[in-house]
Structure formats: structure tokens, C-alpha cells
């Protein structure tokens, strides 16, 4: 944090912004304090060129700000490639909120929140995410239309987990289709970590096809009534990246998939719904390919959350969300089948369909 240095002769020893090994030409970062409430937020807005940048609000107790900086930086550029590659008309952005949920979170901080988005007059959309509730979505409404993910009651979509865990089963499918010759999961040996929202929704589809699951998760408590609600055995190793599974699906916060781990992984296949799974995108994604791992890009298949809120702005349903939603799997296979012929890692095949995507926009705009 810099306010642990006191006098300007320290400043060099702070990495400045646009240095950040996460800084990818992001449009605009936005500094949110709101003195009365504690509230105090980052919005990063990556990419704009394909329309307002949609993301989700993440509440967190980060270690400093710095951190929480980064975070904010990695998931609004991920958010960029995840709507491009799905053929969303939206750009990239997400925000954070630091901060404890279960007991810094209050409703005034939420609409102080509301308040900061809607002074970006709509270049920045939010929705739910860690820490963040449907309830929370309803109340910044109240303030700003510029949400998304509000209650069906409210006339929103609903929360969109079971959306995003259905897209990364489809895209957990493909995988296994591209592996092991066969997209039938019954059997397999599935390693869920993480069991919230959309971890338990994916091991409830795991489960009814047959797969044989394991869990972990931080909370003893979750793991043991998910475990216990879809016949699932809760990982008691000391290393789960060295369990012997067929399918690791990484359902908790990113950077799982680090120079600690990459060589440790056991799994013939990486499919979850974490956002940035990969610490270094470029040298994971190569030694994963080099071992022979598939590794379905995240931000291709957990982007049925956004899809689902997308209906929101286009009105479109929840059966045509779906029906969206179950088109990653396809498009996962045209992923690796593109990695194979180009000789390139997924990761480096998803950014460039959707990369080509943004600049064949930026072509037809004149820039």
C-alpha cells in the first residue's frame, strides 16, 4: 500500500500503474472512496470497442491495494476476451470492492457503490460476483441502470451461476472429447475446488451423469454439505494438484496453474470455472501443452454468466441464454482444433479469435 511509505524518496519503490505486469492498454482504471460508507473500490475498464464494458463486482478481503489492483486488471481483461469470443456485442471491465462481505458489506456502501458506477454514464455495466449478491444487484439498481444480473422478480435474469456452470460442464465435455475420445463424463474422475454457486451446480451435473467427484474447499462446512448432497468424497491429501483424476476444474479464485503446481498437476485436463487460472499466461499455457494437459480457456467456458445477463441489455430469454451457453462447446473444439494446427497453446488460440474479433470491429468503425 503506498501509504506505508512516508516520504517521496520512497515512491521508486512502488511499481507505478501502467507498469503492472497486468496493465494490458486498459481504457480508463477508476479510484472509488466514499468516506462515509468505507467503501473503497477500483473500476477497470479494458476494451470498449465492441460496447459498454460488462463485469461483475467483486467484494474481497485483499491482502493490500496493490492486490487488489491487479485482480481488478487481470479479470476486466479477461472480461474483454470472454465477451468478444462469445460474440458479444460488450467490452471488458469488472470492479472490486475491498473489503470483508460477511461483515464490512452494508447497504449504504452498495448504493455509494450504485453511485460511482452511474458517473460513468454507462461505459461500465456491472453484475454479481464474489461477494456480491443478486439482492446487492437489486439494491444498486435503485441508483444506476447500469446493472446487470438483477432478480427475475425485478425483471433481470436471476443469478447467473447455474448459467456459468453449465457453460463450463459443456466446455469440461468438449475437453473430454478432445482427450479422451469421448465426451461421456460417466466414470471419470472429476476434482472439483471450490464449491460455491457454481462449483456445486457443476457437481450437480457431474453428478447425474455419473462422474466420480471428489471436492475441497476452504470452508469444511460447504464441502462437506456438498459432498454429501451428490455423493461426492472430500479430498483429504495434502496435494490436490498431485490427486489421481482424470478432470481437475479449478471453481475457486485464479492462479491455481503456477510454477508451484504446473509441473505437480496429475489431471489430463484443466476445465473450471476460476477466472485466470494461469499465473503466467504464457509460460503455463506452453508447459501445459508441452505435457500433454488440455486446458479449456476459462474465459471461454465459464462466460455463461455473461451471456445470461446479456439477455438483460438484448432482451433475449433464458432459453436463448442456454442455448447460447451450450454453444461452448463447440466452440471449444474449434479452440483446440485451431491450438493443434497452429501450433499454438488454447489460451493463444482463444485470444486471437477474439482479438481478430476486435480489430475487424475497430476496421469497420474507421480507427
Not at 53 to 66: C, P, S
Not at 165 to 186: E, R, W
Not at 300 to 328: C, D, H, P, Q, S
Given at each position: ?47 470498449t470497442v465492441l ?159 455419473g462422474a466420480t ?11 462437506e454439505e456438498v ?141
Amino acid at each position: 500500500m503506498i501509504t506505508e511509505f512516508t516520504t517521496a524518496k520512497d515512491l521508486h519503490k512502488i511499481d507505478p500503474v501502467f507498469g503492472q505486469a497486468s496493465f494490458d492498454n486498459h481504457e480508463q482504471i477508476v479510484f472509488c472512496h466514499d468516506k462515509d460508507t468505507g467503501l473503497k473500490a477500483i473500476i477497470g475498464v479494458h476494451n470498449t470497442v465492441l460496447g459498454p464494458a460488462l463485469g461483475g463486482t467483486r467484494m474481497w478481503k485483499y491482502a493490500n491495494e496493490w492486490e487488489a489492483l491487479n485482480d481488478v486488471l487481470r479479470l476486466s481483461r479477461g472480461m474483454t476476451y470472454k465477451s468478444a469470443i462469445s460474440g458479444l456485442n460488450l467490452g471488458g471491465g469488472k470492479a472490486v470492492i475491498i473489503g470483508d462481505a460477511k461483515t464490512d458489506k452494508t447497504p449504504e456502501m452498495m448504493l455509494a457503490f450504485g453511485r460511482f458506477i452511474d458517473s460513468l454514464s454507462g461505459k461500465y455495466i456491472t453484475a454479481e460476483d464474489v461477494g456480491t449478491t443478486t439482492p446487492d444487484m437489486d439494491l444498486i439498481r435503485t441508483v444506476t441502470k447500469n446493472v446487470t444480473g438483477i432478480s427475475e422478480a425485478n425483471g433481470g435474469s436471476g443469478n447467473p451461476s447455474p448459467v456459468t456452470a453449465y457453460g463450463v460442464y459443456m466446455g469440461m465435455k468438449a475437453a473430454a472429447k478432445y482427450k479422451f475420445g469421448s465426451d461421456n463424463l460417466s466414470g471419470k474422475k472429476v476434482l472439483v475446488q471450490g464449491t460455491g454457486h457454481v462449483g456445486e451446480t457443476l457437481v450437480k451435473h457431474l453428478s447425474e451423469e455419473g462422474a466420480t467427484i471428489t471436492v475441497s474447499d476452504i470452508s469444511q462446512s460447504r464441502m462437506e454439505e456438498v459432498a454429501k448432497k451428490y455423493g461426492a468424497t472430500i479430498f483429504e491429501g495434502d496435494d490436490l494438484y498431485t490427486a489421481d483424476v482424470d478432470i481437475y476444474a479449478p471453481c475457486a479464485l485464479g492462479a491455481t496453474i503456477n510454477d508451484d503446481t504446473v509441473y505437480r498437476i496429475q489431471a489430463q485436463v484443466i476445465a473450471g470455472a476460476a477466472n485466470n487460472q494461469l499465473a503466467n499466461e504464457q509460460v503455463h499455457g506452453k508447459i501445459l501443452r508441452e505435457r500433454g494437459i488440455a486446458y479449456a480457456p476459462d474465459f471461454l467456458i465459464n462466460a455463461g454468466g455473461i451471456i445470461n445477463v446479456y439477455g438483460e441489455i438484448v432482451n433475449y430469454g433464458k432459453e436463448e441464454a442456454m442455448k447460447r451457453t451450450e454453444n461452448i462447446y463447440n466452440t471449444t473444439l474449434e479452440i483446440f482444433d485451431l491450438a493443434d494446427s497452429k501450433n499454438l497453446t488454447t489460451l493463444q488460440a482463444a485470444m486471437a479469435i477474439a482479438e481478430k474479433r476486435i480489430e475487424d470491429r475497430k476496421k469497420e468503425n474507421g480507427k
